[in-house]
Every structure is written in structure tokens, then in C-alpha cells.
């Protein structure tokens, strides 16, 4: 029969719902399917934080997990017992031996502010997560680089969301 693996929404409960998340799961999906897999689970860290959670998946015989966005080291450190594979994917590589699949956030951001500063502008703003986060990373350096003083009030540090980038935007 078909083999299961689970996808799991790391970054916030609000994941699933989330259009960046879910087309990024539809991917996991498409791709998955073609290997001959089949995504059985969608889960949030709150559903594997539930104890009998991951006993239920291994009882099912679940192969593996596909972890999207951002996750801390003891959650992965735990599913990499639970699970023979374990992918991450998402914008800041964890340092840890795990298949990732990373869009480089640093270089991604950089490129955005450096096409801005090309265009002359020179008040730009960040609307963003800035703790341990590569694409506030990249914006700093592009700033430096290009010799733009960084100002604090051109920052709104929101997590990440829709709602969270609206209200930022307000917040600038």
C-alpha cells in the first residue's frame, strides 16, 4: 500500500490557514504523491505537544514528517527519534544534520533593499520578525552597505503573518 508521512505547521497554530504555509504544503503534497507517498497528517505544534499525539502517528506506521517553518531544537530533536525522516523547510537553517529545504532569507531580503536603494530610495522600512531572523539579517546589510544609517523607527518587529504585516504597517 501507499506509504503516510505528516506535514507539520511549525510556526503557528494560524499555519494551516496561512496562503504561504498551505501552498508550500500543497507542494509537499504534489511531490510526496509522485514518490509514491501520500500526506495523511496536517499538524501544528500544539497537536505534537499532546502526549499521545506521536505515539498515535508511529502506531500508524507514519514514515516520516515534513516540518514547515520555523521550529525549535528540542521539537526537532524529539521527532528525529520518533521518525526515521525528518525534512525542514523554511528561511532559517536550524544547526542541526537534517534534510532542509531553505529559501535564503538573507540573500532575499538583501536583494529587495538593494533594488530599492537602486531606484534612490533611502527610507526603507522592515516589517518583520528580527530575533535570530535572516531577512532582517539581509536588510541590515544592504542598509550598511550602501551606507544608510539604520533607524529603529523604521522597524515594526511583528511575527509573522497577515495580520501581523497589517498591523506593522500601521505600526510604521
Do not use: W
Amino acid at each position: 500500500g501507499q506509504q503516510s508521512i505528516a506535514c507539520l505547521f511549525a510556526r503557528t497554530p494560524e499555519s494551516i490557514n496561512d496562503p504561504f504555509f498551505s501552498q508550500l504544503a500543497r507542494s509537499v503534497e504534489a511531490a510526496a504523491f509522485k514518490e509514491g507517498y501520500h500526506v495523511q497528517y496536517s499538524l501544528t505544534e500544539v497537536d505534537v505537544k499532546q502526549p499521545n499525539m506521536l505515539r498515535n502517528l508511529i502506531d500508524q506506521h507514519i514514515r516520516g514528517v515534513v516540518i514547515l517553518g520555523r521550529c525549535d531544537h528540542e521539537l526537532l530533536h524529539y521527532l528525529k527519534q520518533c521518525f526515521r525522516f525528518v525534512s525542514y523547510t523554511g528561511l532559517n537553517p536550524p544547526e542541526a544534520q537534517y534534510d532542509q529545504i531553505i529559501c535564503d532569507g538573507r540573500e532575499v531580503s538583501k536583494a529587495a533593499v538593494d533594488y530599492l536603494i537602486a531606484l534612490g530610495h533611502t527610507n526603507i522600512a522592515y516589517i518583520g520578525e528580527t530575533s535570530n531572523e535572516n531577512r532582517f539579517d539581509g536588510y541590515l546589510q544592504s542598509l550598511q552597505e550602501h551606507g544608510i544609517a539604520f533607524r529603529e523607527r523604521y522597524v515594526a518587529d511583528v511575527p509573522l503573518s497577515s495580520e501581523n504585516g497589517y498591523r506593522g504597517a500601521r505600526e510604521l
